[in-house]
């Protein structure tokens, strides 16, 4: 097991720079402290190493615009209808920056887009990279100083284990996610072609701005129905369906019902296979969708990768009331990645 630092730039104060976790397999995964964000995945092959998820071409691209690529995403991930939150006889404003709606936290300062802290650790077992922010009140309008820990972590067994914690100063909402986007057979290949199942008996239908519109429904005789694994390109494609079509794919909470792993991605092609496990409730699936080739996200293109954010799905707090995070309170959430190849 080893830990590389290197050094890409600097934004305000702060250094950028990547940190790179290595395992005795020759498995590589490199992150940003720009947003704890997750790079490359990669995996070796007869020829080298083939990168596993979807990745700007320079880590300098990152910061070009908003995107999110494999970034701790919040305060809360998703979207908050008319970034409105009352709680406690009072209305707390978010910034709106989708619509009508806040997504991902709103505001031009996410957890995203800012420089962490971070800190490298490794040991016969395992190698980890360890950032911290401090979030301060007000911050997009937000109530509560927050401090912030997010810990990537390989091992030998080919996990990359995701965890965040968080405490406040005061009552805010939290609810973040990881949001890799996934892709198995490298940068050649869209994510049509790979099967994927997910260990969920509901979903949540939304609307065509995806917010939630009648609480879970059942995946029963739907093309939500992923307890079988089936073609991802045979759902996204579904122009019968006009929840998949108005999206231009899938965009969509899953609710657990804790069978297993959260969900597994596999490609035939490659004979390779994602299993994703969690302590969330919830998983949120997007195909990608409406990536085209443009500015910094040159490279990347429509349906080119599938992300699975766990988080709170927003049924389950259509007040918002799930997303609280009150004083002494400490909020975790973990997500382990494992690939076989």
Known sequence: MKTMIRKYG??????????TLINDNDVHATILNYGATLERFEIPTPTGRENIIMSLETPENYSKERNYL?????????????????????FTKLPINE?????????DHGLDNRPWDFRTACDDHSA???????????????????????????????????????????????????????????????????????NADYYVPVDDTTMP???????????FDFRKAKRLGDVINDKKEHQIAVRGGLDHPFILN???????????????????????????????????????MRNLGNHDGVTLEAQVAPEMGADLDAFVLVPGEKFERNVNWHIDY
């Not at 519109?213 to 739907?222: A, L, Q, Y």
């Open 258 to 296: 804790g069978n297993g792993p959260a969900a597994v991605i596999e490609s035939a092609k490659s004979k390779r296979k994602l299993t994703m496990t969690t302590d969330a409730p919830s998983v949120v699936v997007f195909t990608a969708n409406g990536f085209n080739h443009q500015g910094a």
């Open 10 to 19: 600097m934004m305000g104060t702060k250094d950028l720079c990547e940190i």
């Open 99 to 107: 619509g009508e709606n806040s997504l991902h936290g709103g505001g």
């Open 128 to 198: 980890k990279a360890i950032f911290t922010l401090y979030d301060p009140d007000g911050s997009n309008n937000y109530p509560g100083n927050m401090k912030i820990m997010v810990t990537y972590e390989l091992d030998n067994d080919n996990n990359l284990h995701y965890n965040i914690t968080a405490y406040t100063d005061k009552t805010t909402l939290f609810n973040p996610t990881n949001h890799t986007y996934f892709r198995l057979d490298g940068p050649h290949a869209n994510v049509e072609d790979l099967k994927m199942q997910i």
């Open 213 to 223: 519109v009648e609480g879970i429904r059942k995946v029963d005789n739907s093309v």
């Open 70 to 90: 494999g970034g701790t995403v919040g305060r809360v991930a998703g979207r908050i209808r008319r970034g409105l939150w009352h709680h406690d006889h009072t």
